[in-house]
């Protein structure tokens, strides 16, 4: 059988033509950003050791409190749990369509993330490094429950190419302040 000039081309232009990745919305990221909004508490259980944090298996009461910022296109975080605490931001790329996360915390660590919708839970894809360059990866999946006001998140990763304890945190509201008027404000001048 004799396969022509052009038919390989038309195949190598198939095959390297770029994924189409399902992407995020603007209007996604606003879903976001009021599920996070407001003053939280969380049971939590480190899943690894993080310095400046706690060591693996420490259980911890923490505290995140996320606020809508910038007319609407930032939602600053900050995370209080155990020895250590973080900031946050989370916002919309309109370059890669994507809800992107970037966190710094106090044992100098940072993390970046990639957040999407998938039915009604949030899948969170971060990597990361702990102050020495140790190399963090974690998805972790946040399902809602109670009208917004509770949430658990569930997963597993791995810190420095080895597996950490699965995670399951459950989180509850304690108020939403900062958020329904925020983005009604916000939207009024769009």
Same mark, same amino acid.
């Given at each position: 059988?004799?396969?022509?000039?052009?038919t390989?081309?038309?195949h190598?232009?198939v095959?390297?033509l770029p994924?189409?990745?399902?992407g995020?919305?603007?209007?996604e990221?606003?879903?976001?950003?009021r599920f996070?909004?407001g003053r939280w508490?969380g049971?939590?259980?480190?899943?690894?050791?993080?310095?400046g944090y706690?060591? &693996?298996g420490?259980?911890v009461t923490c505290?995140f409190e996320?606020?809508v910022?910038?007319d609407g296109?930032?939602l600053t975080a900050?995370f209080?749990?155990g020895?250590?605490?973080g900031?946050g931001?989370?916002y919309f790329?309109?370059?890669?369509?994507?809800?992107?996360s970037?966190?710094v915390?106090?044992g100098?660590?940072v993390e970046?993330g990639?957040?999407?919708? +998938?039915?009604?839970?949030?899948?969170?894809?971060?990597s990361?490094?702990?102050?020495d360059?140790?190399?963090?990866?974690?998805?972790t999946?946040?399902t809602s429950?109670?009208?917004?006001?509770?949430?658990t998140?569930?997963? +597993?990763?791995t810190?420095?190419?080895k597996?950490a304890d699965?995670?399951?945190?459950?989180? &509850? &509201?304690?108020d939403?302040?900062?958020?329904d008027?925020?983005?009604e404000h916000?939207?009024e001048h &769009?």
């Open positions: 059988m004799r396969i022509s000039a052009s390989i081309a038309l190598v232009a095959l390297t994924t189409i990745a399902q995020s919305t603007r209007q990221f606003k879903e976001y950003c996070l909004q508490i049971d939590v259980t480190w899943v690894a050791d993080f310095p706690g060591k &693996r420490d259980k505290y996320g606020k910022a910038e296109n930032v900050r209080i749990g020895t250590g605490a900031t931001l989370y790329d309109p370059g890669t369509k994507e809800i992107k970037l966190w915390n106090t100098g660590g970046r990639t957040i999407r919708k +998938s039915g009604d839970k949030w899948i969170v894809e971060t990361g490094n702990l102050k360059g140790t190399e963090t990866k974690y998805t999946t946040v429950s109670d009208d917004g006001n509770s949430s998140r569930t997963g +597993s990763g810190v420095g190419g597996k699965d995670q399951h945190d459950v989180w &509850r &509201r304690l939403k302040r900062n958020s008027h925020a983005h916000n939207d &769009r």
